[in-house]
Nanobody, 121 residues
Framework: VQLQASGGGLVQPGGSLRLSCVVS????????VGWFRQAPGKEREFVAG????????FYAESGKGRFTISRDNAKNTVHLRMNNLKHEDTAVYFC???????????????WGRGTEVTVSS
């Protein structure tokens, strides 16, 4: 499975961004797709995930109410809409794909290269 993330950039506090992740290759084995982020000096942390077959979503507390994950199965793409961005959201964002939610959250997954998000005035 290959993943290509895009959509990062510089945004002011309170602004919005939409990240996209295109999944290719053996997509049928990757039902759970999600986003993680890693800030400088910190561990990579889970942000949000979605099940490609039924669309069920799950979020870390940090993103609830501000982030929305969605999928477009026709385009093998998963999006992460981030609203009301804060300084602490600054990080490199990675998308990942795994067989199950458990594997995804355990980081037993295929990874794409990250896309950088900087929230700064």
């Amino acid at each position: 499975v290959q993943l290509q993330a895009s959509g990062g950039g510089l945004v002011q506090p309170g602004g919005s961004l939409r990240l996209s992740c295109v999944v290719s290759g053996r997509t049928f084995i990757s039902n759970a797709v999600g986003w993680f982020r890693q800030a400088p000096g910190k561990e990579r942390e889970f942000v949000a995930g979605i099940l490609r077959r039924d669309g069920n979503t799950f979020y870390a507390e940090s993103g609830k109410g501000r982030f929305t994950i969605s999928r477009d199965n026709a385009k093998n793409t998963v999006h992460l809409r981030m609203n009301n961005l804060k300084h602490e959201d600054t990080a490199v964002y990675f998308c990942a794909a795994a067989r199950t939610v458990v594997d995804l959250q355990a980081k037993i997954a295929s990874w794409g290269r990250g896309t950088e998000v900087t929230v700064s005035s």
